[in-house]
């Protein structure tokens, strides 16, 4: 969590000396309505009223007795408060103005609302208000969006304005500071004032301001012109509407005799002047020290976009000047031009300044390309509209948490290239301009772009696809078994049709499965693109296993070895560009006599791992079954064509803030400096003759019962005792000196980003933890199968445990995510592997026990088992141990390398350790 703004206790208004109730998104209740209003249309005269708000909105509760209750998310609509509240009467208020955006890749986003929060905390600070931790009103706002963006913001390129609210509700008529109030959050429909105009008004894209009078003041040092309150508008609103009976659109505020310049109505005003001396234009706005303007959000983006893209020809100045100054650089032909910024009119040029009897004019009719404005406004607009895809160094730090990456998040010392103004500059051709500016311009255009948007998947994305391109991993799979009773082959010919229609129907409930590698890449990463055609042979293959491996076996000896000669196979491709980045194999196991009305059938689940973790392949199995309707007699039709916009799957950056914190955690590299065993070095070349290995470990129902009730004696998790187990097992297998193991531990991040287990997304992290000579040591000094031998065994059971506990509970900080955030070259750190010893020995990854995949009643149809394997790592660890067990049924461990790292004479000797022990312990 970062530190809060306001220097006093959280959940308190300064009149409590102890932390009551925070404010805690976690606990969120929602109570959604049914009753749902009509969205206003574009441009109508509703749509100007910027009085309808969605359908819901988010309220919160403070007492000083008990600080802050539960939040809840419930039906737009009035609140009761009595008329002795300290906001009717004292101002105790305050508010903030922000915009969610859908972008023309259909995301939705927000734009730098943590500092919306902070500023509210300082806000709420400044009038006596109860403080609480801005990223828990942020999480809240989320929350919001998510709820009612589907229906009120479906348009790309579209956007909403949120008004998070704080007021002091207490029944209190004295002067004194607030004993309650109410934290809410509102949803408005909203005009865009920078481009749009109401009904029947003549259009305008410039902005006619008119100067203070003498005798009103807006703001002054050590008022409150800095706080977004309720004090700061109203005595402004008669002087709003002076100017407008004159002609003018909006007051340009001025302090004190010399007429110094500060805001423009409720925006931040901008000028560009030349300097006298070196003729250098100058962007002059005035500063934060006094305290009389408002920190803006698009005013410090702006200053930030003019730093980051024009330090070469605009100097910023943050400076107190005159109105004095503006007309003499004027009169002596050194104003250039000038704009407003702030949420409501985002960015729009000034065209007249109206000071005593004298018009300003400025130069309206300059090309965009030479205007600092226009092509400010142009920027920020893509990027919150996503209208390009940006590769960035922008070090804006903005959030976006309910789309992909912004581009304004910082990408440390990565450097990368953009598309832009300085993108066009570089374009030769005059036409080729013309035809940008003339497309870009075009809302058909960039929706049928917007299909087709290249997308990172975030930080794990970019990752797992570095790993991919260089060949170092290449997929995850779920493989589920089913014995089959059909009475005849003709009802199996049904089957074969019910599944590819089942498999249609999946495809289109997940996002995940509508996304391929791209032929494009951002820093030879290669990027991920929505599939609009879906051929069969790329997302579906029938196997007999009698074809397997060729002819040579008998019929009915096709178990375990046929599935893992699929696997292996499976695990040892790669995935093409411009295909679906997943697989499902079925592999048919009929019988020996034709006369048999049982078969088995392996589904097997192959993903490429930035689409898809070891949960999603469950997910794809149980919306398969679910889909699964055996009478479907009409054929499916192929190829599947899938055109309207698909959003990518949410990563888990966009859900939990888990990449901006610099505490000790997040910022402390993996400690792994001890020595391990791990199998062969890494290969330097690991796309030659790779091949992926597995081998499949099954305890029977029963034995497993035992093992699991012997893990609540003992107070142990089954990933605890698994580890332990595993450790026992390699240590009497390995023959070598063994200094150590690190074992890999990773676990689901769903319960924090709230997806649920239905989704097909990749929201994982990681533990490590190191085992020594000195404990391994143990298992070798006492008889194999002793007790003093099954109490180590608990004893390291019990302390991964405990460890792996401890460090779930640390998330997100120093979370999988975090950490590669941290590396300025992921591809670079990836291939520098090459040719290094392991850090790591083994991985362990327990899905648990599975009870959601359900085949159609009373289709004969039963789940037997369950199988999760991932590629033979090439850079990771030397095993991976990957487990999954369905409700009441068998546990199997496949273990996975890549042949040559590990020999497989210990890999057989570890599996027949594991075996013997799980069924026996």
Known sequence: MSAQTSTRPNGTNGSAVSVKGQLDASKLKFDLTTALKDVPKPGSAELWEQNVATDHMVTCRWTVQNGWEDPVIKAFGDLTISPLASCLHYATQCFEGMKVYRGYDNRVRLFRPDRNAKRLVMSAERVSLPGFDPEQLVELIKALVRVDAKRWLPEPGSFRYIRPALIGTGRQLGVQIPKEAILMVTMVCWPDFSTEVPPGVEPRSDLRLITSKNDTIRAWPGGFGYAKVGANYGPSFASHCDAQQAGYDQVLWLLGEEGQVTEAGASNFFAVVRDEKTSKPVLLTAPLTDRVILDGVTRRSVLDLVESRLSEELEVREAKFTIQDIEKAWRNGLLQEAFVSGTAFFIKNVSTIRVSDVNIDLPQKRDDGSAFGPRIKSWLKDIMACAVVYRTTERLNVWSPLGRLSPFRKIPRLTQTMWGWEGLKSLKSRTALLLHLILKSSYNYRLRMAKHAQVTLGVLGRYYSARHTLGQYRSACVTATYTISLPNDSLLNELDNALEHALQATIQQHGGLRYGISDEKEAGIPLFGQICTFDRQDILEVIDSQHVNGNDRKAGDMTDDV????????????????????????????????????????????????????LSGLAFHASLMNNLKLKTPVPAQWPLELN?????????????????????????????????????????????????????????AAPFSVLLKKCKQANVTVTGLLHAIICTSMGCSIKEDVPGFRAVTPFSARRHTRASDAEIVNHISYLTSYVSYEDLQKFKDCQHGSSTEEQ?????????????????????????????????????????????????????????????????????IKLGRLVFTQCGFVAGPALGFNCVSTRGGDFTISITWQRGVVAESVVENVAQELETRLESF
């Open 644 to 700: 309207e916009l698909q959003d990518p799957p949410p990563t888990i950056e966009e859900r939990v803030d888990c990449l901006s914190c610099s505490c000790t955690t997040c910022t402390t590299p993996d400690k792994s400096d001890e020595p391990v065993w791990g199998g062969g070095p890494i290969p330097a070349t690991p796309t030659v003759n790779y091949e992926s290995c597995v081998r499949i470990v099954t305890v029977p």
């Open 792 to 860: 180590h065994i608990i004893d390291l059971a019990r302390r991964f445990s405990n460890e792996v506990a401890t460090k779930v509970k640390e998330f997100p900080h120093g979370s999988m995510a975090t950490k590669f955030n941290q590396v300025q070259d992921i591809l670079q750190e990836c291939q520098s592997q090459g040719g290094a010893q392991r850090r790591y020995t083994y991985e362990l990854s327990n899905l648990g026990s599975v009870s959601s995949i359900c085949p159609p009643e009373g289709s004969d």
């Open 563 to 614: 599935l893992s000669k699929v696997l292996e196979n499976g695990h040892s491709e790669l995935w093409p560009q411009n295909k679906p980045a997943w697989k499902a194999v079925v592999v048919k196991h009929t019988g020996n006599c034709k006369s048999s009305p049982s078969s088995k059938m392996d589904i097997v689940f192959f993903a490429h791992h930035a689409i898809a973790d070891g």
